[in-house]
């Protein structure tokens, strides 16, 4: 049978990193199974579910090449759908109505729980044979006795007692359909095979079998992914972790590696780090997620988005920068080295933003120095930096070879350990102690402005001198 998948996001909030490996996991058991994969937004919950976040998902995953294979669809549109299964739960005498005042219900919560039980509902209407009502709620009749298994691809076989499982609500008292009633009819009309989602929902997953049974349908294949934890493996949210897919493009990180990590929360083959998405079409073993739950470590993000930065032609390297370099107000076309200068300084830092802002000092002409590096290296280094500079003027031909040579001769004469030599032309030429080789750095600039460079660190040292 034709494997379907979905991904199933409630539109309240904006993409955020758990979701996305819920629908990479999704996506890849689909096409690994030459199946389908389906997106379906679940907007019921009509007060909190926005357009402008169903839009943040779909574009979130649509930059991921995550697509669908059908038009995704919105609960909310399909009311009819719902109306007629229910009709056929009620004809079926797999549901009843129920008229119990929410003061009742609280009233029996507290008395459940002061007893030390799971507070659930206590069946009273179950046999009343009452009648629908704008006031009443429709509720499933849940099996009381004996125990709902079902087989999770990662959790193996997983058992409920029907006992702690009351008579879920259906149909709120407005008639509208609650969220499990819509989940399982959808499942079932999108011929949904398999479900992968977080583990969060896998106490649902007793509950919506039931439904399934009471309306026939066929049962599903089940995967619960463990939870994505924050470094201090809490569940990740906002107060641990940058959570929103956005952001990490807005720091710079591929859309490969964001896919490469979120494959690795939960899954691992071996030793092996590096994945594109045709990889994880390959290797991907649902049966091989872990149950515990994922930590997501941003120092491995940046492992991975070196990776992934560094296999990028240069062409591909540049385009992919374009828009950080704009954002940090540099304009490559002004130099015409622009090119050799992004060469030297692609692997700079794990993001593109980082890189365009250490380029920043190469098209820009320096506004500062690091303090800390300025306080280290760069006081009492006037004498080497006019040494240097004397050098480098004599030279008739400008590479980085023969700057190279200049600045070994210059060690050699000064008898200076190397950071004593290198590191005040550094941070005079970039501001910092971070730059490739010093000859390198050198040669990205002309003479003149090395010599404009390293003048006015020396003017800088004679107005900052204590
Ligand atoms: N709409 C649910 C959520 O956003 C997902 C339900 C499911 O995957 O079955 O958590």
Excluded at 427 to 441: F, K, R
Aim: aromatic share 8%; charged share 25%.
């Amino acid at each position: 049978m034709t494997k379907v998948t979905r991904f199933a996001p409630s539109p309240t909030g904006a993409l955020h990193i758990g979701g996305v490996r819920t629908a990479l996991f999704n996506y890849v058991y689909a096409k690994q199974n030459k199946g389908k994969f389906l997106i379906r937004i679940e907007d019921t919950d009509l007060e909190r579910s926005t357009r402008e976040f169903e839009t943040n998902i779909l574009q979130g995953l649509s930059d991921l090449g995550i697509n669908p294979d059908e038009p995704p669809v919105r609960q909310s549109e399909r009311s009819d759908l719902y109306q007629k299964a229910v009709n056929q739960i009620i004809e079926s005498g797999n549901a009843y109505y129920c008229n119990c005042s929410k003061e009742r219900l609280d009233e029996m919560r507290a008395a459940q729980q002061s007893k030390g039980l799971k507070p659930q509902y206590d069946g009273k209407c179950r046999n009343l044979a009452l009648e629908a009502d704008a006031s009443n709620v429709l509720r499933l009749k849940t099996p009381q006795e004996g125990e709902l298994i079902f087989h999770d691809l990662v959790r193996g076989e997983v058992i409920f007692k029907n006992s702690e499982l009351d008579d879920l609500i259906l149909l709120r008292s407005d008639g509208t359909p609650t969220y499990h009633l819509c989940n399982v009819i959808d499942d079932y009309e999108q011929k949904v095979t398999t479900v992968v989602r977080g583990e969060d929902h896998l106490s649902n997953t007793p509950r919506q079998i039931h439904i399934q049974n009471a309306l026939g349908y066929p049962s599903l294949e089940y995967a619960h992914l463990p939870m994505v934890l924050g470094p201090d493996k809490k569940r990740l949210s906002k107060r641990n972790a940058v959570t929103s897919l956005q952001d990490y493009f807005d720091q710079g990180y591929l859309e490969s590696s964001m896919i490469n990590m979120l494959a690795r929360l939960g899954w691992s083959k071996g030793d092996k780090e590096i994945f594109y998405i045709e990889d994880l079409i390959s290797d991907f073993r649902i049966q091989e997620v872990q149950k515990a739950g994922a930590i997501f470590d941003s120092v491995k993000l940046d492992w991975i988005n070196n990776h992934h930065l560094a296999a990028l032609s240069f062409d591909d390297f540049e385009k992919r920068l374009m828009p950080f370099l704009k954002v940090v107000g540099i304009d490559c076309s002004q130099k015409s080295n622009g090119k050799d200068i992004i060469t030297a300084m692609r692997s700079s830092q794990p993001t593109l933003l980082g890189v365009a802002k250490d380029l920043v000092p190469y098209f820009s002409s320096l506004s500062s120095y690091d303090e800390k590096a300025a306080n280290k290296f760069l006081r009492g280094s006037e004498s080497v930096l006019e040494f240097v500079q004397r050098k480098l003027n004599g030279l008739e031909t400008w590479n980085e070879e023969s700057i190279d040579k200049v600045l070994k001769d210059a060690q050699t004469s000064l008898s200076l350990p190397t950071p004593k030599l290198n590191q005040p032309i550094r941070i005079a030429m970039t501001g910092s102690t971070q730059s490739p080789s010093l000859g390198l750095t050198l040669s990205l600039f002309d003479v003149a402005e090395v010599n404009h460079r390293i003048n006015a660190a020396l003017e800088y040292l004679a107005n900052n001198s204590s």
